[in-house]
């Protein structure tokens, strides 16, 4: 109930493609659904976020689609670029934050 | 403006010893959290704090404790450091509603 699986756990994109990761989660009553982006050694940042009322939310190059009824929500990136190179984690909140495991994504130039 | 302050970065302990890995936060919010990251599991949920004075267990609490004397601090105490603590420790602070600000994390050993 309280899990969130994330996927793919490593992702290798070219330099322009769009990135894609998925998750899916069980607690229909999660409302707060984020994305972090992690550098190494540092920890994580928040990225992009959504709630459940909304399908689809874009920040520049990212986005955020949101399926209510398949219990999925997904990252998008356009354009990638080398310095997205990172591990970005879902994550699905009621009262507190449960992370997915996280995608390696590598941008090769 | 600092954030969220992690100290010590890196540590070594042998089995049994005891440590406290420190956080401070200089945002004035009134939630903060300990997360441990292993490779390939994401990030789990330690223990958390609502308010000074507050704290609760989060998905894996079995072998730490924590405190919170004050908004800034929340310091994370292992009383017997086993292997299977070792591990990368982020602490995190948020406002109410607010998105989690992490600290750069403390790498701990137990061998």
């Known amino acids: 109930q309280q899990q969130v699986k994330q996927s793919p756990q490593s992702l290798i994109v070219q330099k322009g493609g769009i990135s894609i990761i998925n998750c899916a989660y069980e607690?229909?009553?999660?409302?707060?659904f984020p994305w972090y982006q992690q550098f190494p050694g540092k920890g994580p940042a928040l990225l992009i976020a959504?709630?459940?009322?909304?399908s689809e939310k874009k920040e520049g190059r990212f986005t955020i689609s949101f399926n209510k009824s398949a219990k999925q929500f997904s990252l998008h990136i356009m354009d990638s670029q080398p310095g997205d190179s990172a591990t970005y984690f879902c994550a699905a909140s009621v009262n507190k934050l449960i992370f997915g495991t996280g995608t390696r994504l590598q941008v090769f130039p | 403006n600092a954030g969220v302050t992690q100290t010590p970065k890196f540590r070594i302990l042998k089995i049994g010893q005891s440590m406290t890995l420190q956080c401070t936060q200089d945002m004035n919010h009134n939630y903060m959290y300990w997360y441990r990251q292993d490779p390939g599991m994401g990030l789990k949920l330690i223990y958390y704090s609502v308010g000074a004075g507050i704290t609760d267990k989060g998905e894996v609490p079995n072998g730490y404790n924590v405190s919170r004397s004050t908004t800034e601090d929340f310091p994370l105490r292992l009383e017997l450091a086993a292997p299977s603590q070792t591990s990368v420790y982020f602490c995190?602070?948020?406002?109410?509603?607010?998105?989690?600000?992490f600290g750069n994390g403390t790498r701990l050993t137990v061998t």
């Open positions: 607690n229909t009553a999660f409302d707060y």
């Open positions: 995190a602070s948020s406002s109410t509603g607010g998105p989690l600000h």
């Open positions: 959504i709630r459940p009322d909304v």
